[in-house]
């Protein structure tokens, strides 16, 4: 089935360091990767997205390719701050109408 | 654009009481909303997906009788947590999907159940 697996954290990093988050997806057709960011205590928010091979999703300094040759889609960031702190999902939809996929999220920690 | 409120943001309730959740969708006529729980530090568990006029559809070991969702118009659902017990306390998420983009999901805020 459908499913996807990020790396397991909680990932802990100083300001202005370098970020990557990997992610990856098992589908068994063309779906589109989400990557989306939850602040302590609130919903989920839409950071960014990709919706065929080789697409750039961008936000907020924060990049993702679609990478259909590795079934991977995995979050970058050249320097982060601390406000980025959060837990961020990877998601995948089928189809149409259908269903999100999250992998299990990812707890980013930055320290001044 | 795309705003999901959901209401309240907290609620405590004593074991054996129902409880609602709403859903709005302020800005986008939403045909499609889902309901998720989340344990702390877990992952966004599917409870369920709710179409405008239509019954709702439960994922696998979720309670329909205990769990009741209404999607009485297009930018409103309601979650009832009926005969509350204390492992039903956790934070409920919404979503919601419009006409445009029907990919994109977008989600309320969240709501912290606490059964006491």
């Known amino acids: 089935g459908n499913s996807v697996t990020q790396m397991e954290g909680p990932v802990t990093l100083s300001e202005e360091a370098f970020l990557t988050i990997n992610c990856t997806y098992t589908?068994?057709?063309?779906?589109?990767l989400f990557w989306y960011v939850q602040y302590p205590g609130e919903g989920l928010q839409l950071l960014l997205k990709?919706?065929?091979?080789?697409d750039k999703g961008s936000n907020k300094g924060f990049e993702a390719t679609y990478r259909k040759e590795t079934t991977s889609f995995h979050l970058e960031k050249g320097s982060v701050q601390v406000s980025d702190s959060a837990v961020y999902f990877c998601?995948?939809?089928?189809?149409?109408?259908?269903?999100?996929?999250f992998g299990q999220g990812t707890e980013l920690s930055v320290k001044p | 654009g795309a705003v999901v409120s959901q209401h309240p943001s907290r609620v405590i309730c004593k074991s054996g009481t129902s409880v609602k959740i709403e859903c709005r969708s302020l800005?986008?006529?939403?045909?499609?909303m889902f309901w998720y729980r989340q344990f702390p530090k877990k992952s966004l568990m599917l409870m369920a997906t709710s179409n405008e006029g239509s019954k709702a559809t439960y994922e696998q070991g979720v309670e329909k009788d205990k769990f009741l969702i209404n999607h009485a118009s297009l930018t409103l659902s309601t979650l009832t947590v009926t005969s509350a017990h204390p492992e039903d306390s956790s934070f409920y998420i919404c979503?919601?999907?419009?006409?445009?983009?029907?990919?994109?999901?977008?989600f309320g805020p969240g709501t912290r159940l606490t059964v006491t």
């Open positions: 800005d986008f006529q939403a045909t499609t």
């Open positions: 589908a068994t057709g063309y779906p589109s």
């Open positions: 990709a919706t065929k091979a080789d």
């Open positions: 998601a995948l939809v089928y189809n149409q109408g259908g269903k999100l996929i």
């Open positions: 979503s919601a999907r419009g006409l445009a983009g029907p990919y994109e999901q977008y």
